[in-house]
């Protein structure tokens, strides 16, 4: 009896391989997926880079399935990209909301942890990031990515953006490592970055950076479009020498008061 049952699940794995193979099938599905909401190429690199549950499911099922073409891959994908569409338009993930996006990095850095050597250089950036990522979190802002000594963080107004990266640079004056005292410069732009994984793509992400890499140190830039939708009582004065490869020639910024 035992050796029976053995045999009847070997066929039916055999049989769910041949279907799961069958190119037919797997154009069908292609098709079907094509036809779903969401991405239809959710399931590269980018789109399961997060850590969101469809992020974590995707990157496994693309780890079983990445060796030949399959049907139930593509059934799988298109259930997770549909989920990950529910998710976003629930609010538990952006999509197409506009975001503000902010961009920090240190002046300065790479060139002191020349000299500074490893050590000193992880033990300041401990520093930095526990002085500033908590700021982020508490205006409601979500780190998207560390980049060496900068962040990338996402918020849902300018205010918070505007804000976080100002009490940022407070926090940071409190802090010095082998004589180094740690200036940080920051970028806020508004819009609607296009949503992958855990990352954010598109024009405004590079503009944001843009912006970040133009202010000086211990200086908050923002763009027009910040501009435009932060509280009037937030002061700020027109950056009139400003210029950027990769931004729109006609962008504006402002410099934040703080």
């Known amino acids: 009896m035992a050796e029976e049952q053995a045999g009847q699940r070997r066929r039916a794995a055999e049989l769910l391989r041949r279907i799961d193979a069958d190119p037919r099938l797997q154009r069908v599905a292609r098709l079907v997926r094509g036809r779903l909401p969401g991405d239809a190429a959710y399931g590269d690199p980018l789109s399961v880079a997060g850590d969101d549950p469809a992020g974590v499911l995707g ?17 799988g994908f298109g259930a997770l990209q549909v989920w990950q569409t529910l998710s976003e338009a629930q609010g538990r993930g952006h999509g197409d909301r506009e975001l503000a996006i902010l961009f920090t990095d240190l002046v300065g850095f790479s060139s002191w942890a020349l000299d500074a050597g490893d050590t000193l250089a992880v033990d300041l950036l401990r520093q930095v990031g526990q002085g500033l990522e908590p700021v982020v979190a508490e205006e409601g802002g979500r780190v998207v990515k560390r980049l060496g000594d900068g962040l990338m963080a996402v918020f849902a107004d300018a ?4 804000e976080a990266a100002c009490r940022g640079n407070a926090a940071l004056q409190a802090i010095e490592c082998d004589g180094y005292r740690p200036r940080m410069r920051a970028g806020v732009h508004v819009g609607r970055p296009r949503k992958l994984g855990g990352d954010y793509f598109g024009v405004d992400v590079n503009i944001a950076a843009r912006v970040a890499a133009a202010a000086g140190a211990g200086e908050v830039l923002v763009s027009e479009a910040a501009r435009d939708r932060l509280d009037d009582g937030v002061p700020l004065r027109r950056r009139w020498r400003f210029s950027a490869k990769g931004a729109p020639k006609d962008l504006r910024v402002y410099a934040a008061a703080h």
């Open 159 to 162: 205010d918070s953006a505007v």
């Open 59 to 75: 990157r496994r099922l693309a780890a079983l399935s990445a060796r030949r073409p399959s049907a139930l891959r593509e059934v």
